[in-house]
């Protein structure tokens, strides 16, 4: 048993009205709702990041990784005393595991495309 009828989105802050037949006026509470007429109401919120964009900052994140530990590395070589051995193994460890597990998803990407394109 479905609504038939007409439908008015309120913003919020307007109040709303009760029922009067077939027509409900409905308070548009999320911006995600629809607008009269079945239009999607434009975003203004901060929107989800595209494939290239979250490949790009992961990848910028692996880069930071393996600076810092680059970084932790030098600074035990030319001043032992200012870094703690530990610190210096796990950033090691962080930015290894972190190239591991980006060369097994690029591995795997350039898999898929290639099984894509080399359908039978």
Same mark, same amino acid.
């Given at each position: 048993?479905?609504?038939?009828?007409?439908?008015?989105?309120?913003?919020?802050?307007?109040?709303?009205?009760?029922?009067?037949?077939?027509? #409900?006026?409905?308070?548009?509470?999320?911006?995600? %709702?629809?607008?009269?007429?079945?239009?999607?109401?434009?975003?203004?919120?901060?929107?989800? +990041? $595209?494939?290239?964009?979250?490949?790009?900052?992961?990848?910028?994140?692996?880069?930071?990784?393996?600076?810092?530990?680059?970084?932790?590395?030098?600074?035990?070589?030319?001043?032992?005393?200012? #870094?703690? +051995? %530990?610190?210096? $193994?796990?950033?090691?460890?962080?930015?290894?595991?972190?190239?591991?597990? $980006?060369?097994?998803?690029?591995?795997? #990407? #350039?898999?898929?495309?290639?099984?894509?394109?080399? $359908?039978?």
């Amino acid at each position: 048993m479905g609504v038939q009828g007409n439908t008015t989105l309120l913003e919020p802050g307007q109040s709303a009205v009760p029922a009067r037949g077939r027509q #409900v006026e409905l308070l548009r509470t999320d911006p995600r %709702h629809m607008m009269p007429g079945g239009v999607m109401a434009s975003l203004d919120e901060e929107r989800a +990041p $595209t494939f290239d964009e979250a490949m790009l900052e992961a990848l910028n994140g692996v880069n930071d990784l393996q600076l810092e530990s680059s970084d932790a590395i030098e600074t035990m070589m030319t001043n032992p005393d200012a #870094v703690d +051995p %530990h610190d210096v $193994t796990i950033a090691m460890a962080k930015a290894n595991m972190s190239l591991n597990i $980006t060369r097994t998803v690029l591995d795997r #990407v #350039v898999r898929a495309w290639r099984d894509l394109i080399n $359908t039978r």
